[in-house]
């Protein structure tokens, strides 16, 4: 039987990438034993319509100057080119033709995200589908209880938390700190600093 094959996806609005993404997903990587992280940057998420999202171009090449020097991290662009919304079911269903068959999908999500994941469409669907990796953030507790009580041993079988160095670092602050004419250097690659500064993006 062929070797398993474990790809980690890691979702995002990237805007911009910053240093909390990449070594999570690094940490995780290494953990769960994950052959390939995938970052998909997601086009305008429907809880951010409200707000101005840069355009996709932009997050597409600063992900893919963020991890172009790591050999285990990759970009895939599947959710900008889907027209409509993008539900986490779909991806999966499109990586899972890309990929062969045997390959598992370990989707990452921050904590407080997990527990919300009754409301997700499909979420059943999904959770025996895929796996989650889940790491803590500070001030966020998996919600075990409510979790095993929605989804069962099965499910639970399916999310897996691990702890990961807790970095406060958000794309919020660093547009803040841009906007304010703060340094951004380490918390972003050198590249994608460079690249904003190149574009002038988020003055
Ligand atoms: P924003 O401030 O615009 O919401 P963000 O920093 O939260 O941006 P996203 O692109 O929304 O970044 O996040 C993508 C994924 O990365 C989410 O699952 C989020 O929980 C996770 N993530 C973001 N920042 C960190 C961090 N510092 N450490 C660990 N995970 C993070
Ligand atoms: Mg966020």
């Known amino acids: 039987m062929a ?11 990237f805007d911009p990438i910053h240093a909390g993404h990449l070594i ?3 940490a995780v ?21 409200d707000q101005s999202v840069t355009p996709a171009r932009h997050r597409l ?5 963020a991890v172009c020097s790591n050999p285990h991290f990759r970009v895939s662009d599947i959710e900008l080119r889907r027209k409509g919304p993008s539900y986490t079911i779909d991806t999966i269903h499109e990586l899972q033709q890309i990929y062969p068959a045997g390959t598992e999908f370990y989707f990452f999500t921050g904590a ?25 953030r500070q001030g966020t507790v998996l919600d075990t ?11 639970m079988a399916h999310i897996h938390h691990i ?18 004419g703060q340094s951004i250097r380490y918390l972003v690659p050198q590249a994608v600093q460079e690249y904003i500064e190149k574009e002038g993006l988020y003055r």
Not at 112 to 136: G, M, P, Q, R, S
Not at 145 to 155: D, E, K, T, V
Not at 163 to 180: D, G, H, K, N
């Open 61 to 65: 090449l600063m992900t893919e100057l």
């Open 145 to 155: 209880a409510g979790l095993r009580a929605r989804f069962g041993a099965a499910g």
């Open 29 to 49: 990587r290494d953990a769960m034993g994950l052959a390939t992280v995938l970052f998909i940057p997601a086009a305008t998420p429907p809880h951010k319509l």
């Open 112 to 136: 407080d995200a997990i527990n919300d994941l009754a409301t997700w469409h499909e979420a059943d669907k999904l959770l025996a589908e895929c796996h989650f990796i889940t790491a803590t």
């Open 163 to 180: 702890e990961t160095p807790q970095l406060e670092i958000s794309s919020t602050a660093i547009r803040e700190r841009i906007q304010r």
């Open 24 to 26: 999570t997903a690094e």
């Open 3 to 13: 070797k398993s094959h474990k790809i980690g996806i890691m979702g995002g609005t």
